[in-house]
T-cell receptor, first 111, second 113 residues
């Protein structure tokens, strides 16, 4: 199966700074890469996703980039706000029926 | 109008007991999952059903038994609960081909004492 690694495991940034979370995957057949945000005590929620035929996707302050050759993808959050504090998970799927999750990044935005 | 609902939200029980967690989705999704999230936040897949058929059965103790009476429901029964079963259990569902990603339920926090 697929193996997804995620770094860093914890990240602290000052409010207004940018945050970057990186993931690598092992199976070149993976073609869909969602990112989930999990606030404390809540369910993981999809915040952005990218397919393998696209190199970058943006939605307001968040963006995801994908490098298929290097098999890595990243989440970028600009102008961070305290409400961005959460655990973020990357995931990858080979065409099939499940996502393979990274181990999570706990992001703290310091006011 | 909750999309994926789980009950109960909290479950505290003694070692050795048997308990069930229920999940229902009203999104019309064909595929449903059970995930276990431990204290380190790792999301570990346990089972998946597609239209009532078991399609993913990861290495979990056989004390855990899923059941899908129809494609909108997926339940999890756990026998002889152990301390190590304490975790948050999430149900999730998705469209064919994982289109749109997973929609997760609100989770069931299981504490075994």
């Amino acid at each position: 199966g697929e193996n997804v690694e995620q770094h860093p495991s914890t990240l602290s940034v000052q409010e207004g700074d940018s945050a970057v979370i990186k993931c690598t995957y092992s199976d070149s057949a993976s073609n869909y890469f969602p990112w989930y945000k999990q606030e404390l005590g809540k369910r993981p929620q999809l915040i952005i996703d990218i397919r393998s035929n696209v190199g970058e996707k943006k939605d307001q302050r968040i963006a995801v980039t994908l490098n298929k050759t290097a098999k890595h993808f990243s989440l970028h959050i600009t102008e961070t706000q305290p409400e961005d504090s959460a655990v973020y998970f990357c995931a990858a799927s080979i065409p099939g029926n499940q996502f393979y999750f990274g181990t999570g990044t706990s992001l703290t935005v310091i006011p | 109008d909750t999309a994926v609902s789980q009950t109960p939200k909290y479950l505290v029980t003694q070692m050795g007991n048997d308990k069930s967690i229920k999940c229902e989705q009203n999104l019309g999704h064909d595929t449903m999952y059970w995930y276990k999230q431990d204290s380190k936040k790792f999301l570990k897949i346990m089972f998946s059903y597609n239209n009532k058929e078991l399609i993913i059965n990861e290495t979990v103790p056989n004390r855990f038994s899923p059941k899908s009476p129809d494609k909108a429901h997926l339940n999890l029964h756990i026998n002889s609960l152990e301390l190590g079963d304490s975790a948050v259990y999430f149900c999730a569902s998705t469209l064919p081909g994982l289109r749109g990603g997973y929609t997760f339920g609100s989770g069931t926090r299981l504490t075994v004492v």
